[in-house]
């Protein structure tokens, strides 16, 4: 479970021996932890030199707003002089851009402050979708932000990272799910999270203490005795929701632990029951009072290539990873307690982005829970709710810690940051999805894989 | 009118007052249950002592009730089998688990009712008024059990421990025999017969003529409907796994007529009548733990927990073994009769009847005394016969003999048990259903208990359809 390499390329003799023969040298990266700055030093705001360049503005005025942050965040325009570096994070205001020309600047503005990034710094690129509906420059130079944040996420080192926040036309900066996402991929939090891209596609979502985002809320996590679902409901409870953790009755010891570490409530069920979905409404509902969010986090593999693929390996996997979902979705959706700006999330996988061999039925249905989010989200947006899902890449988990030890090495080390995640960076996705302030991004699969180089 | 014949006519007069004083009394509910899988002796939990288990079993119910950190009443548990050093076990294990230490507990034993005993304490003090919630159960394990050291060895120890000069010390140690090192090993013998509890039974199956087809075919229906209550998932929230033991270890589902058949007897091999007992039909030792948490209906309304069923009465009883003409564990045969008449009750009025299976042929022996006319009148100081059980009622969901029996830990899991049959009967016919829970112990002492549906109370979401989050 333990990655022992990021500790020994990180000091000492390890880190020359490394440094000489050119060894990757993965960081331990930025998390978050009660209290610490949001960033890891001031931040830099930077627009496009076309249009009013008033949306930088305003995203500068947004950062500086009490309700954005600690009160001691410093933004800066600018980067006259150079007493304020490193850089905590820079942001790139692209949202005006009309034509690929106009990414020269800002491009450029940004090279020059990347060397003067922080450890575990950001960039975060803020622009609008391109969509068939506009001019052929507009696109061009609306798409050709991501490949520069792609890129830019590749370049980085010591743990900082390059997301970009995705804005639809009709989307004012203003709208609660843009600074929510902002401050997500500005914090540690999503310390795992790298080239990846969220899109708020609605001014839907309301503002939150951050100290205490989701108070009041009354979560599930389902597969929640070990591994990530563990780590889900333990980073649901900490944001302030009251947590049911949900596990299949042979895991109830662990489950049981769970839910007393968090001051939840245990139920053992197997999710592929007929009824699950109406026994946790009425778990929740009786208990807590309401259901506010769902996070479908149990899963299962029954790993095999496809010319060796039984039916039940098959059937099992799709059952519980996809028609389970489905079905407590229906019931969900059905209810009358469900309807207060809920919330879904799904674990996808990066398997069910790339593929992965001896994972048909895996990626299957991870392929099919990403399918699933968008047109369920499209749904639940006539109760001012949203589904999305997480696609973890490569987690340290008891899943990998089985794998074959060189396969494991390279899958760690595939990624732009060059080592795998933890359980805790795929909930604090899930976490940040299930707030209040998210309910503008809707339908869509945010990646928690370092930019792993499987998985697009 | 159901027949109603108080056990001892000196306390006729006082039949009216006292149940007058019961009703007066307000309710105590069963809110759920928790109970670890129950495992075979020397099986998985052999490394586990009652503290362990004990403490398992509350974390499971507390976390399935989201009690962390809550102050409860009271917790009475017990166990037959005790260490000297457990002597504070339940308070021990309140403070090990993730209740508030600020939860009193004591300790209590009544043999094989050690756990049924305790529910009837927490209920009767939440009757009262004394407490608002509690946790009543128990825990015993054979795998751990306390040996003792000999006679001779001890008062060596002791004199040594009190010796002031080596000299002394070593004197007390030289009396030592070498016979006295062998440790005295744990004995379920009754102190008074020096007969175990499977040879006592054997006289009394002897003496009923109980047949050994009929205690297998108990036997097979504990497998069959445990296993099939397990695949239903009724032990969903009854039970939370422990050391990876996820079901009940000597749960035999494939078991059949014929392989209990084929089993050597075990008890009563010495009598002139056939020996019928085996370890096929006979309980067998077992180690776990299970609690039940009782509170009035307000402190369950307050913390939004279910409320499956009320503890209506109960009944203890004694016979003379010894030097009667009754067999060891018949004592129900006369705690049931007398808990009935209170209540007003016949063997009909019961939907279900939860007879623990010390044996197999313990509840048939038991059986077959209620359907006696001769034994009900001259023993039981009934009219005539108490009647007989509709087996189609008895033990639905499988009992001791396929479940196992960690002696303290069964009331728990019955009335558990029990409590959430009546609440989903109940649901299903809108009338109140009700149980018997029969529980025999050594000693000649036997406890029955009333559990009853709470009317008008389901665990729906309709039930909070007002939309307050509280």
Redesign the interface.
């Known amino acids: 479970m333990s990655d022992g390499y990021i500790s020994l390329v990180n000091g000492g003799l390890g880190a020359k021996v490394a440094k000489t023969l050119g060894l990757p040298r993965p960081s331990v990266l930025r998390r978050f932890t009660e209290g610490a700055p949001l960033t890891a030093g001031p931040v830099l705001v930077l627009g496009a030199t076309t249009g009013t360049g008033e949306d930088s503005d305003i995203l500068a005025q947004l950062l500086m707003s009490t309700g954005f942050a600690a009160a001691d965040l410093e933004v800066h325009r600018t980067v006259v002089g150079t007493e304020h570096v490193p850089w905590g994070a820079v942001v790139l205001v692209l949202t005006e851009v009309t034509h690929p020309d106009d990414l020269s600047a800002p491009a450029l503005d940004l090279a020059s402050t990347l060397r003067s990034l922080a450890p575990g710094g950001r960039v975060v690129t803020v622009s609008r979708t391109a969509t068939a509906d506009d001019a052929p420059a507009v696109a061009a130079a609306r798409q050709g932000v991501e490949g520069l944040l792609r890129s830019v996420a590749k370049e980085l080192r010591g743990g900082a990272t390059a997301n970009g926040v995705v804005l639809t036309d009709d989307v004012d900066l203003a709208a609660p799910s843009v600074g929510a996402a902002l401050r997500f991929l500005l914090s540690a939090k999503s310390a795992y999270v790298d080239g990846q891209t969220l899109t708020v596609g609605s001014a839907a979502g309301s503002a939150v203490d951050w100290s205490s985002p989701l108070d009041g809320r009354v979560a599930v996590v389902t597969g929640a005795a070990r591994g990530i679902g563990a780590a889900i409901a333990e980073t649901l409870a900490r944001d302030g929701a009251r947590v049911v953790v949900v596990d299949v009755p042979a895991a109830g010891e662990s489950l049981a632990a769970v839910a007393n570490r968090i001051k939840g409530t245990a139920l053992q069920l197997d999710i592929t029951a007929p009824d699950a979905g109406e026994r946790i409404i009425e778990h929740a509902v009786s208990r807590h009072g309401s259901i506010d969010i769902v996070v479908h986090n149990a899963g299962i593999t029954r790993d095999k290539l496809l010319a060796n693929m039984t039916p039940e390996k098959w059937d099992a996997v799709l059952a519980v990873n996809l028609a389970a979902q489905l079905r407590i979705d229906d019931a969900l959706m059905r209810s009358e307690h469900f309807t207060d700006a809920p919330r879904i999330v799904s674990l996808a996988s990066t398997s069910g982005i790339a593929g992965n061999r001896g994972q048909t039925n895996y990626a299957t249905s991870k392929a099919g829970v990403i399918g699933m989010v968008r047109s369920t989200g499209r749904l639940m947006a006539k109760v001012d709710g949203t589904a999305n899902a997480v696609a973890p890449g490569f987690i340290e988990t008891e899943m990998t810690a089985r794998m074959p030890f060189a396969t494991r090495e390279v899958a760690r080390r595939l990624s732009s940051v060059q080592q795998g995640g933890l359980p805790i960076d795929v909930a604090e996705a899930v976490a940040f999805l299930a707030g209040p302030a998210a309910g503008g991004i809707n339908g869509t699969t945010l990646r928690v894989c370092g930019q792993n180089m499987v998985g697009a | 009118m159901p027949r109603r014949t108080p056990a001892a006519p000196g306390e006729d007069h006082s039949s009216t007052a006292q149940a007058e004083a019961r009703r007066a009394l307000r309710d105590a509910v069963i809110v759920g249950g928790n109970r670890i899988p129950f495992a075979r002796a020397g099986g998985t939990y052999a490394d586990a002592g009652n503290k362990d288990m004990l403490t398992?079993a509350l974390?499971?119910l507390?976390?399935?009730?989201?009690l962390?950190?809550e102050r409860l009443g009271e917790v009475v548990a017990g166990s037959v089998l005790k260490h000297s050093r457990d002597f504070n076990l339940t308070r021990e294990c309140v403070l090990g688990s993730?209740l508030s230490p600020t939860t009193p507990a004591y300790d209590l034993q009544q043999a094989c009712a050690t756990g049924l005993e305790a529910v009837v304490s927490v209920s009767n003090k939440i009757r009262l008024g004394q407490i608002e919630s509690g946790v009543a159960g128990g825990t015993d394990t054979i795998s751990d059990a306390p040996i003792a050291v000999s006679e001779g060895l001890r008062h060596a120890i002791l004199k040594a421990s009190q010796a002031k000069t080596l000299s002394a010390r070593l004197k007390a140690f030289a009396a030592v025999r070498p016979g006295d090192l062998a440790p005295a090993a744990p004995r379920t013998d009754e102190p008074r017969t020096g007969l175990s509890m499977g040879e006592h039974q054997a006289l009394t199956t002897a003496r009923w003529g109980i047949s050994r087809e009929d205690q297998d075919a108990v036997a097979l229906a504990s497998h069959q409907n445990l296993a099939a209550a397990y695949e239903a998932?009724f032990?969903?929230?009854l039970?939370?796994?422990?050391?990876?033991l996820?079901r009940d270890q000597n749960l035999r589902a494939d078991t059949s007529a014929e392989k209990l058949g084929s089993l050597k007897p075990a008890f009563g091999t010495s009598l002139p009548t056939p020996a019928t007992m085996t370890a096929g039909n006979s309980t067998p030792l077992t180690d776990g733990a299970s609690v039940v948490l009782l509170a009035s209906r307000d402190w369950a309304d307050e913390h939004?927990?279910?409320v499956l069923a009320r503890v209506v009465d109960a009944e203890t009883a004694a016979v003379d073994y010894v030097h009667g003409h009754d067999g060891l564990l018949m004592a129900p045969a006369h705690a049931v009769p007398r808990l009935l008449a209170r209540a007003g009750l016949s063997l009909d009025d019961l939907d279900f009847v939860e007879i623990h299976e010390a044996f197999a042929s313990t509840v048939l022996t038991t059986l077959a005394a209620w359907e006696d006319d001769e034994y009900c009148r001259t023993e039981l100081g009934l009219d005539g016969a108490l009647g007989s059980v509709d087996r189609s009622r008895l033990n639905v969901v499988g009992s001791s003999l396929a479940a196992g029996h960690p002696f303290a830990a069964t009331g728990g899991r019955i009335v558990a048990t029990a409590a959430k049959l009546v609440a989903a009967r109940a649901a299903e016919t809108g009338q109140v259903s009700r149980a018997l829970v029969s529980v025999c112990a050594a000693g000649g002492l036997g406890v029955a208990a009333l559990i009853e549906s709470v009317p008008g109370d389901t665990?729906?979401?309709d039930?909070?359809a007002d939309?307050?989050?509280?």
């Open positions: 398992a974390d499971g507390v976390a399935r009730f989201g962390q950190g993730a998932g032990f969903d929230d039970v939370t796994p422990f050391r990876g996820a939004d927990l279910p665990t729906t979401t039930a909070t939309g307050g989050r509280r």
